[in-house]
C-alpha cells in the first residue's frame, strides 16, 4: 500500500505547463496533457498528440484506467512496458532507468516523455522551451544469411525512406534522410555476396541523412525485396546468377549477429536494478561528421564521379549527372488494385511519400519526363487506385518527375525499383471509405489501433462508416449453419511463447481450435478453420494486415454466421492472468457475453468481456469474438495449458457459449441484430468491459 501511494503525486510543477510541440519528419504533434517532473517533460498516455504521434510512425501506447501497466507497441513489434511505481523500462526484454516513476494524476497516466520516445529509437533534441525535435535512428542492422543468398534488414525509428545513392554491382549506397544511426560504422560481413559496409552520416545544406555502403565484392547482384513493415527494408545480395526473389526465410537462427553500439541487459527474473538512463547520443553533430575509418574505394572511378562526393569534406553535392528520363508508364489491374510500371532510363533517384488523406506520389529526381503529362481516372472495378497523375513536377533547379496515385482506400503501396523500371504496386484494400492502420496493440496480436482515430481525422464518424459498409454486399448471415474457427498465428509466426514450459502459442490455438471443431461438428455445425495445420493463412511474412485480412477473409467470403479466433495470452509480467473474451462491434457484444459465461467455469481467474478493436473483429461482417484462454507467461496459467484436459475443456467451453448464443438467437434466423445497441465506440470500455 505504501509502494502505491508513492506515486500518486510525485510531482512538483503544477499540470500548467503550456502544451509542447513535437516534430519529426516535417510532421509536428501537439503535447497538451503535460507536465514538468524536476525539470523531465512528463506526458500523458491518452494525451492526443501522443498518440498521433506515435501512429504516425506505425506505433501505439495502451492503458486503461486501473491498470499498472502502460504498454508501447514499437513499429517492428518490439514491446515497451512502462508500470506506475516502477522506475524502469522494459525495452524489449532489457531494463532501463527512468527520470522519474511513471504515476497518475487526475485519472491520467503520466510517463517521461524521451524515455519512451528513445525505447522507439527516436532521439528527442530539445530545441526550445516546449519545442522537440524527434530524430528517427537506424535502430538496428542485422544480415541473415539465407542458402546462396545474403539479406541485410535494416530496422528504423520510422518509415525507411531511402534514395540510392550508387547502384553497382559490387558497391550498392543508399540514404536515409533524416535518419541518425548509432550502429558501428564499418562492419566485415563475409557473407555470400556481401563483404562488408560501411554506415556515414552526410550532412548537405538541405539535409543530414544516415548513408549506408554495402561493399558487394565484383560477381555479387542485390535487390531490394518487401519488408515486413516500413520501418523495416530488406535488402538482399548474392553472387551472380543466384536467385534474389523468394520469401524472407523463418528461421532467425542464421542471423550473424552485428555488434551494437550498446549491449543489451538480459531480463532475467532477477536483474539487477539499473540506475540511469541508457544514454543515446541526441542529434547528430553538425559540425562535426563521423570521421571514416578507411575502406577500400572501389576502382570505377568512372561510375564513381557520377556520385555525390564523400560527406567529410562537402557541404554541397558535387554537380549533377545527366537527367534521367522517364519514357513511359504502363498499369496492369491486379486483383483490387494495379501495378504501374514506370519506364526510366538513366540513373535516378526517387523518393515516395504516402499522405494521411489517401494521396501517394513517388518523386523521381534528376528526371525529365518524355511525354505529355496524364491525368487519367481508372476503371471503377479498380478498388484501390482512383487516379493516376504523371507530370512534370519541376523543372528547376533540379528535374523532377511526380507520379501521383489518388488511392481509393488506405492502401499499402510498394515501390521496387527494377532494371530501367520503377514498380509502383497497389494490391488493393479490401475495405472501401475507412482507413486502415497497422498498428499494434497488446502484448500478444496485431491491432488495428489507427481506424478510430483515421475516421475521426476524415471527419467521418463512425456511424457513417458503418452506412458506408452497408453499400457493400454484407455477407453475414447467408450461412446460418457455418462456423469459422481462427487458430491464432501459425506457420511464418509462432505468436507468444514459454520456452521454459514448452509452450508456443500457435500449437495451443491450434490444438483448442480442432477439439471445438469437432464438438461443434458432432452437434450439427459446419465448420471451416482458418487453418488446420502449422501454416501461415495468407503468405509468410505477409504484414499483419494482408495476414489478419485473409482470415476474415474465410469467414466474410463463406457468409459464416460467427467468427471465433482463438489466442493464449502472455506479458512481460508473469503476473497477469486469466482468461478474456475481446469483442469490437455491436453485434459481437452477445456472442462475447455468452462466451465469456460459458468460460467462467474453467479454472482460470475470469477477466470478462473486453472492447477491443482487434483487426479480425472489426473485419469481420458477422458476431465475432476474439478469446484469449489464459496467459502461458503466467505460472498457474502455463500449467494448465500444458494439461490436455484443461485444453479440452477449454474447447467444450467456448462450444458451449456459442450454443446458448445461437439458442437464444433462434438458429437459422437471416438477421441477428445487436441485441444491446452498443453506442460505446468512445470511452465506455471500462463499464462495458467488466462483468
Ligand atoms: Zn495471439
Not at 517532473?37 to 500523458?44: R, T, Y
Not at 545513392?165 to 535518419?179: Q, S, T, Y
Not at 448471415?477 to 520456452?499: E, F, R, Y
Request: hydrophobic letters at 40%.
Amino acid at each position: 500500500m505504501i509502494a502505491l501511494l508513492a506515486f500518486v503525486t510525485p510531482r512538483v510543477a503544477g499540470a500548467q505547463s503550456g502544451a509542447t510541440v513535437v516534430s519529426i519528419q516535417n510532421a509536428r504533434f501537439q503535447l497538451t496533457r503535460t507536465d514538468n517532473v524536476n525539470g523531465v517533460l512528463a506526458v500523458a498516455v491518452r494525451d492526443p498528440g501522443l498518440g498521433n504521434l506515435l501512429r504516425s510512425i506505425g506505433a501505439a501506447i495502451q492503458w486503461h484506467p486501473g491498470e499498472s501497466y502502460i504498454v508501447v507497441t514499437a513499429p517492428d513489434r518490439r514491446v515497451i512496458t512502462l508500470t506506475l511505481g516502477d522506475s524502469h523500462i522494459n525495452v524489449g526484454g532489457v531494463l532501463q532507468g527512468l527520470p522519474f516513476v511513471p504515476y497518475t494524476d487526475g485519472g491520467e497516466a503520466f510517463v517521461p516523455f524521451d524515455a519512451v520516445a528513445r525505447a522507439l529509437y527516436l532521439a528527442p533534441s530539445h530545441e526550445a522551451n516546449e519545442q522537440i525535435e524527434l530524430q528517427p535512428l537506424l535502430s538496428g542492422l542485422e544480415v541473415v544469411r539465407d542458402g546462396q543468398r545474403t539479406l541485410a534488414i535494416l530496422h528504423g525509428g520510422a518509415a525507411l525512406r531511402f534514395r540510392r545513392v550508387l547502384d553497382r554491382p559490387d558497391r550498392f549506397e543508399i540514404a536515409l534522410p533524416g535518419f541518425a544511426s548509432r550502429l558501428d560504422p564499418v562492419q566485415r560481413i563475409g557473407a555470400p555476396g556481401l563483404e562488408s559496409l560501411r554506415i556515414t552520416q552526410r550532412h548537405t545544406a538541405w539535409e543530414s541523412a544516415t548513408v549506408v555502403a554495402f561493399y558487394a565484392g565484383r560477381d555479387s547482384t542485390h535487390a531490394i525485396l518487401p519488408g515486413p513493415s516500413t520501418s523495416e527494408l530488406v535488402i538482399a545480395f548474392a553472387p551472380r546468377g543466384v536467385s534474389l526473389e523468394g520469401p524472407l526465410p523463418a528461421a532467425r537462427a542464421a542471423r550473424i549477429p552485428l555488434r551494437p553500439a550498446v549491449a543489451p541487459v538480459a531480463l532475467g527474473n532477477a536483474a539487477p536494478p539499473l540506475s540511469s538512463p541508457v544514454p543515446l547520443p541526441t542529434a547528430v553533430s553538425r559540425a562535426t561528421p563521423t570521421a571514416l575509418p578507411a575502406i577500400p574505394e572501389p576502382l570505377d572511378s568512372a561510375a564513381a564521379a557520377a556520385t555525390p562526393s564523400p560527406p567529410a569534406a562537402s557541404v554541397l553535392p558535387a554537380a549533377p549527372p545527366p537527367a534521367a528520363h522517364v519514357t513511359g508508364y504502363q498499369i496492369q489491374p491486379v486483383d483490387d488494385g494495379i501495378r504501374l510500371t514506370l519506364k526510366v532510363s538513366g540513373t535516378a533517384t526517387y523518393e515516395w511519400h504516402q499522405l494521411r488523406d489517401n494521396r501517394f506520389y513517388v518523386d523521381v529526381h534528376n528526371a525529365l519526363l518524355d511525354l505529355a503529362p496524364e491525368d487519367k481516372g481508372l476503371d471503377q472495378n479498380i478498388v484501390a487506385v482512383r487516379t493516376v497523375r504523371v507530370h512534370q513536377f519541376q523543372k528547376t533547379p533540379e528535374p523532377i518527375v511526380r507520379v501521383a496515385l489518388d488511392l481509393g482506400a488506405d492502401d499499402r503501396v510498394t515501390v521496387t525499383p527494377g532494371a530501367g523500371t520503377l514498380v509502383l504496386f497497389a494490391p488493393g484494400a479490401p475495405v472501401v471509405g475507412v482507413r486502415i492502420g497497422s498498428g499494434r496493440l497488446g502484448p500478444t496480436f496485431a491491432d488495428d489501433s489507427t481506424a478510430d482515430g483515421a475516421l475521426a481525422e476524415s471527419g467521418l464518424t463512425v456511424a457513417g462508416a458503418a452506412a458506408a459498409a452497408q453499400t457493400q454486399p454484407l455477407a453475414a448471415g447467408t450461412n446460418p449453419k457455418l462456423i469459422v474457427l481462427d487458430p491464432g498465428h501459425g506457420g511464418s509466426d509462432p505468436g507468444a511463447q514459454n520456452p521454459a514450459a514448452g509452450l508456443i502459442e500457435k500449437n495451443l490455438t491450434l490444438e483448442i481450435a480442432k477439439h471445438l471443431r469437432t464438438i461443434l461438428e458432432g452437434e450439427g455445425w459446419q465448420v471451416v478453420m482458418t487453418r488446420d495445420s502449422d501454416k501461415d493463412v495468407g503468405y509468410a511474412f505477409d504484414s499483419d494486415k494482408v495476414e489478419l485480412q485473409s482470415r476474415a477473409d474465410v469467414a466474410n467470403t463463406r457468409g459464416a454466421r460467427m467468427f471465433v479466433s482463438i489466442h493464449i495470452n502472455s506479458f512481460t509480467s508473469s503476473v497477469l492472468n486469466g482468461t478474456t473474451t475481446y469483442y469490437y462491434k455491436p453485434q459481437d457484444l452477445a456472442l462475447a457475453n455468452s462466451v465469456d459465461r460459458a468460460l467462467s467455469g474453467l479454472p482460470t481467474k475470469d477477466d470478462g468481456i473486453r472492447k477491443a478493436n482487434f483487426y479480425v473483429l472489426h473485419h469481420t461482417t458477422m458476431p465475432s469474438i476474439l478469446v484469449e484462454v489464459a496467459f502461458l507467461s503466467n505460472p498457474d496459467d502455463a500449467r494448465l495449458l500444458q494439461s490436455p484436459a484443461f485444453i479440452q475443456e477449454a474447447a467444450q467451453d467456448i462450444g458451449k457459449g456459442i450454443d446458448s448464443y445461437a439458442g437464444s438467437n433462434s438458429g437459422g434466423s437471416s438477421v441477428l441484430t445487436a441485441p444491446q445497441s452498443a453506442g460505446d465506440v468512445g470511452d465506455a470500455q471500462e463499464d462495458g468491459s467488466k462483468k
